[in-house]
């Protein structure tokens, strides 16, 4: 592989896994609506460290989800910290935090979240177009290496309809990959799909993890997924339970 389609990061061959790459510090996440208050996490710390793969798991509505935009910086905590490298984005601005975003996560849904109109290569692409001074041969570059990582190079031009749910998973994937993220944050990956391509898409990520340095941070509701895993986090009404 040339080093322009070389997707890691330059220190991903040797990950250091006592390096933090996400620490959350204190948080707490009220939801306040007219008249209830949530309160989806409390007192929440938590380490992730460069290399490693993390499956979170627990019972519906115990913060979950909540957690894992707190960590890709979709949404602020009512309380405590949140450091990305050892610095604190509290004082990041909107447009500061996207950038971050964009250059150092990349998300994989449960429900994929490709855009139906457009080809596999194009969906790809997508987040790589907030990239400054990302020209539209690197895009294509990047976009077809990361394809290529996930076993789709035979489907570029198809478009997602034209696919199965296990390859509609690949192609969020490889959009998650294609900026070289340091995270891959995962809701569910394999939530829609069956045991067989559910358990395809599992050890791609291990595989991604292994290979690429790749920090992974699952949701998961499946035990024998998680067990695959570095290492199991339970929450229970908010909380940090193991
Ligand atoms: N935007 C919101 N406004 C108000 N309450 C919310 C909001 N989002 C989540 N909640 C509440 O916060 C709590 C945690 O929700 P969250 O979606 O993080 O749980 P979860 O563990 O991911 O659940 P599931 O496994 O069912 O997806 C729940 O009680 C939920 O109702």
């Not at 150092?104 to 080809?119: A, R």
């Not at 997602?160 to 294609?178: D, E, H, K």
């Amino acid at each position: 592989m040339s080093p322009e389609t070389d997707l890691r990061q330059p220190d991903a061959a040797a990950p250091d896994r006592a390096v933090p790459v996400l620490r959350l510090r204190d948080i707490e996440k009220v939801y306040q609506t007219k008249t209830i208050e949530t309160v989806a996490l409390n007192q929440v710390n938590l380490t992730v460290n460069r290399g490693e793969f993390v499956s979170i798991m627990g019972p519906s509505g115990c913060g979950k989800s909540t957690l894992l935009s707190l960590m890709g910086l979709l949404d602020e905590p009512t309380g405590g910290v949140i450091e990305v490298d050892g610095r604190a984005v509290t004082s990041y601005s909107d447009k500061e935090l996207a950038g971050l975003r964009n250059l150092k996560i990349g998300f994989v849904f449960q429900s994929y979240h490709l855009i139906n109109d457009l080809s596999v290569v194009d969906n790809v692409e997508l987040p790589l177009l907030y990239r400054p001074g990302m020209g539209g041969k690197e895009r294509r570059q990047r976009a077809l290496a990361a394809l290529d990582k996930v076993g789709l190079n035979a489907r570029t031009g198809h478009f997602p309809a034209q696919l199965s749910g296990g390859q509609r998973q690949r192609v969020a994937i490889a959009r998650a990959l294609a900026g070289g993220p340091e995270i891959i944050l995962a809701d569910e990956p394999t939530g829609n799909l069956d045991s067989v391509m559910g358990e395809e898409i599992i050890d791609l990520l291990l595989e991604l993890n292994r290979e690429q340095g790749v920090t992974i941070v699952m949701v998961t509701h499946d035990l024998q997924q998680a067990m695959k895993t570095q290492r199991v986090i339970r929450f229970f009404d908010g909380s940090q339970v193991g």
